[in-house]
């Protein structure tokens, strides 16, 4: 079965460091892409970041970027600078292919000022 | 306007009433699926929808049904509410070309 792990159920961060949140992800396929999802307490879910399996090089969006080690299967979502706006539930997504996606059971992340 | 949108927004009930979910999309896409999300946790999937002619059972699917009027329309019922089905519901529409889930603002349901 497919499943995506997110083996940190809680994180915190001081404000303005850097925090990695990681996620694992089990599959056979060699196509896929994978997401990051945040859900701020305003319970709206927000695209973070993607990335596409056959790329190497590792997505960015501003502060957000990943690191992705096919090989190993993980994605690790990087916040750079963090604000207290970033303060959310942040949810590994992955979807091989035409399939439908696999969320993990999300990180919650605190921003402390 | 939003590209995928939820009636109603937020609903109280009561136990054994029937409740229909709305959800509709502008995005033009074929794929469209229903999650629960209990607090604190993550998402459940309970039907999707890859065409208005296919539905589909997620995990957790017993005490809900689903229809698919249009390629825009997919609307979630529960047909006899129970205290246990108090929940945060989302629609979501999947882009085939990227893989991306577009969802709605979610609905937040309590069964009293």
């Known amino acids: 079965a497919q499943t995506v792990t997110q083996s940190q159920p809680e994180m915190s961060v001081q404000e303005a460091e850097t925090v990695t949140l990681s996620c694992t992800y089990d599959t056979s396929e060699s196509d896929y892409y994978l997401f990051w999802y945040k859900q701020p307490p305003s319970r709206q879910m927000i695209l973070v970041i993607r990335?596409?399996?056959?790329?190497?090089q590792n997505a960015t969006e501003n502060r957000f970027s990943v690191n992705f080690q096919k090989a190993a299967k993980s994605f690790s979502l990087k916040i750079s600078d963090s604000q207290l706006g970033d303060a959310a539930m942040y949810f590994c997504?992955?979807?091989?292919?035409?399939?439908?996606?696999?969320f993990g059971q999300g990180t919650r992340l605190t921003i402390n000022p | 306007d939003a590209d995928v949108t939820q009636t109603p927004r937020n609903r109280i009930t009561k136990t054994g009433k029937r409740i229909m979910l709305e959800c509709s999309q502008t995005k033009g896409h074929d794929r469209m699926y229903w999650y629960r999300q209990d607090p604190g946790l993550g998402l459940q999937l309970i039907y999707y929808?890859?065409?208005?002619?296919?539905?589909n059972k997620g995990e957790i699917s017993d005490g809900y049904s689903v229809s698919r009027q249009a390629q825009a329309k997919f609307s979630l019922s529960l047909e006899s509410a129970i205290p246990n089905q108090t929940a945060l519901y989302f629609c979501a529409v999947q882009s085939l070309f990227t893989g991306e889930l577009f969802f709605g603002e979610g609905s937040r349901l309590t069964v009293l």
């Open positions: 990335q596409e399996a056959y790329k190497q």
């Open positions: 997504a992955y979807v091989p292919g035409a399939q439908k996606l696999v």
């Open positions: 929808s890859f065409d208005v002619k296919d539905i």
